[in-house]
């Protein structure tokens, strides 16, 4: 056969997977080694399970126990009380004009500071002016009709002085008379005068009788004159410094035209305007204020009424503000609870030399008063609340939980007041939650205990 002839060479095909001569015994090796892993598998739990059962035990037993903080009560000496309170000046007035007329000027504006004494607005008062006029001249003439009722007691006394004068003149000249009439007597019965030269002798002594008794008539008249002249010098004396006072008065009246400052101040307020009319006691024309001292005013409840005295420390702070407060201490108290409110209002003074509170400002006052009829103070976190009342939980020597009943008293912020529960050496559970149980163990953390005692 040619090679022509020859069909062409074919490819090549696959050759087929011819299993090793070996295989029968390679896939037996494989099967026992599945089996012996598996076997090897299945077995390791077993053995743990079986060798280290205490050790498991243990290990749940420690991951059971709770972790607690723990915090002490604190002697209840003191307590804050935080109340809002507002800043009072030192001293504040609101100037009236005291006379009526018109505001010539001005001479004060807000915010300025003034000396007391120191002039602020002028008033001009025509009709005050007249008044004065005219009460000067009234108290001039009660003036002289006062000294011409004196000349005329003077004159008074003087014409008493005569009458009595011929009053004694008048009475001896009667008693000369009844002496010659005991002689003409005497000499009638001698027959040495007539009977009618006797009878004309007893008439001349009747006739100074009478002489007499007109004579001191007019005396007793003279002496009531007398003391009537000086009573109309009483009555026109007192007119006259009558109208003098009046007088005063006015001029007194006329220094209101002039509104001066009481005190040394700052003008907080200013409504005079030049050409107003203004009338007496109506219109506010100024207030000044004091601020080199301020009080601050606060409404203290009846709660801590009895405890709030002279002496008690006082911090002062604006809410708004970051500066530092201001510390002080009671001044006064009004010693009385209002029945309105329910407070009793105390008094801070403060100095204020460098304008750091401002008058009708709202302030914080931080009262640390004492308390009275408390033992213990204990963080409010450590108390549970439960139906049976307050509760707090206690660890003992053992590390055990005991629940334990308190009675609260006042809420102090982050602290409350303990009237009756706990003796000051308790180990409190912060934050006890209500999985807690008279018993359980527990454990505590050492570092946090420390801080919250600290606390």
Not at 35 to 64: D, Y
Not at 76 to 84: D, I, K, Y
Request: no cysteine.
């Amino acid at each position: 056969m040619s090679a022509a002839a020859m069909p062409p060479n074919p490819a090549p095909a696959e050759a087929p997977l011819v299993p090793h001569r070996t295989s029968p015994w390679f896939g037996r090796l494989l099967t026992v080694g599945l089996i012996v892993v598996a076997g090897i598998a299945f077995l390791q739990p077993w053995k743990s399970l079986h060798s280290e059962p205490v050790s498991n035990g243990r290990h749940q037993a420690a991951t059971n126990v709770k972790q607690v903080q723990v915090a002490q009560p604190s002697a209840a000496t003191n307590s804050n009380v935080v109340l809002p309170a507002t800043v009072r000046p030192w001293q504040t007035t609101t100037l009236h004009a005291r006379v009526s007329g018109y505001l010539t000027k001005w001479h004060r504006d807000l915010g300025e500071q003034v000396k007391a004494g120191e002039l602020l607005a002028e008033i001009e008062t025509p009709e005050l002016d007249q008044e004065l006029a005219e009460g000067e001249a009234l108290a001039s003439e009660a003036a002289a009709v006062a000294i011409q009722a004196r000349a005329e007691r003077q004159e008074a006394e003087a014409d008493l002085k005569v009458t009595e004068a011929q009053a004694v003149r008048i009475r001896a000249d009667a008693e000369l008379a009844i002496l010659q009439l005991g002689r003409r007597e005497r000499l009638l019965t001698t027959a040495a005068i007539s009977q009618e030269e006797f009878d004309t002798f007893q008439k001349q002594v009747e006739a100074r009788n009478a002489d007499v008794a007109a004579s001191e008539a007019d005396v007793a008249r003279r002496r009531t004159n007398l003391d009537t002249r000086t009573a109309i010098i009483t009555a026109r004396e007192a007119t006259a410094k009558s109208r003098l006072a009046n007088v005063e008065r006015l001029k007194q009246l006329q220094a209101f035209k002039r509104i001066a400052a009481p005190f040394d101040g700052v003008v907080t307020r200013r409504s005079a305007e030049v050409g107003m009319l203004v009338t007496a006691g109506a219109e506010s024309l100024f207030t000044v204020e004091d601020m080199r001292r301020v009080r601050v005013q606060v409404n203290v409840p009846q709660t801590y009424a009895l405890q709030t005295v002279r002496g008690v420390a006082a911090t002062v702070s604006l809410p708004e503000s970051s500066a530092q407060a201001v510390v002080g201490t009671v001044t006064r108290t009004a010693a009385s609870v209002e029945s309105s409110t329910r407070t009793m209002t105390a008094e801070i003074e403060l100095d204020n030399s460098e304008r750091k509170l401002q008058p009708g400002s709202y302030v914080q006052v931080t009262l640390t008063v004492p308390q009275r009829g408390a033992a213990w103070t204990i963080p409010t976190n450590t108390v549970q609340m439960q139906i049976g009342g307050p509760h707090v939980a206690i660890v003992n020597d053992k590390n055990e939980i005991e629940l334990k009943r308190v009675t609260l008293g006042r809420d102090l912020g982050n602290r409350v007041v303990v009237q009756a529960g706990v003796f000051g050496k308790e180990r409190l559970v912060v934050n006890p939650g209500d999985e807690l149980r008279d018993g359980q163990s527990v454990a505590v953390e050492v570092r946090e205990a420390a801080t919250m005692a600290q606390r």
